[in-house]
């Protein structure tokens, strides 16, 4: 028996001196791993803000606001202003070589519609890989006088998105006026690309154009 326990405990003792030095190692391990795991963590979120706060802000977002200025300028800001250049000239035209012409007369309107009309279907390119409603253009393009007479053209935008056959569809509207804050009636036509008719006109009774 004496012999048994002895046995028993040097063999206890044995694996106490592996297990303790073996666990001590474990955690030893688990506490270097810990460190590591955190040193990384560190390391990366230092990267990511040298990348996000220094490289991104002084290069990549300059860039990026440039290439955005550009994009709203090509398709925002360029299309109306070149609708409104092409505009104007012609009624500073009338102006300076007609002078005796009423600027509220129907051949004034008549200019304002026709250029209207021109400019706003010349900023499409029929047969281009770029699709209509993709094409930078302007919408509107009118004039209104204190009067109450109306000139102008704006876009069908839901025939630029037909799926089987996109096209330019424009109405054209004009209204005689009378007087400021009267109420005068408006014949709206609509126009194709061409500037062939399409349809009966529209026509608006009280319409003021000033409101």
Not at 51 to 59: A, K
Not at 166 to 180: L, R, T
Request: charged share 20%; glycine share 4%.
């Amino acid at each position: 028996v004496a012999m048994m326990g002895t046995i028993t405990f040097v063999v206890l003792l044995c694996c106490a001196v592996m297990f303790i030095p073996f666990e001590l190692f474990l955690q030893s391990s688990k506490i270097d791993s810990e460190k590591f795991k955190a040193d990384g963590v560190e390391r990366q979120r230092e990267l990511i803000n040298d990348l996000v706060y220094h490289d991104v802000t002084t290069s990549h977002v300059k860039s990026l606001l440039h290439s955005l200025q550009a994009t709203v300028a090509l398709n925002v800001v360029d299309p109306p202003r070149q609708a409104l250049d092409a505009l104007w000239p012609s009624l500073e035209t009338i102006e300076k070589f007609s002078p005796n012409l009423n600027e509220t007369s129907p051949k004034v309107r008549s200019v304002v519609e026709y250029r209207s009309w021109l400019e706003l279907t010349t900023q499409f390119t029929k047969n281009s890989a770029v699709p209509l409603w993709a094409q930078p253009h302007a919408a509107w393009l009118y004039v209104a006088w204190h009067n109450e007479q109306f000139a102008g053209v704006h876009l069908d935008t839901n025939a630029l998105f037909k799926p089987d056959d996109p096209e330019v569809i424009v109405f054209v509207s004009d209204a005689p006026g009378g007087q400021h804050g009267v109420s005068t009636r408006m014949v709206t036509r609509t126009l194709n690309q061409a500037g062939d008719p399409v349809g009966p006109p529209m026509i608006m009774d009280e319409y003021i154009p000033t409101t």
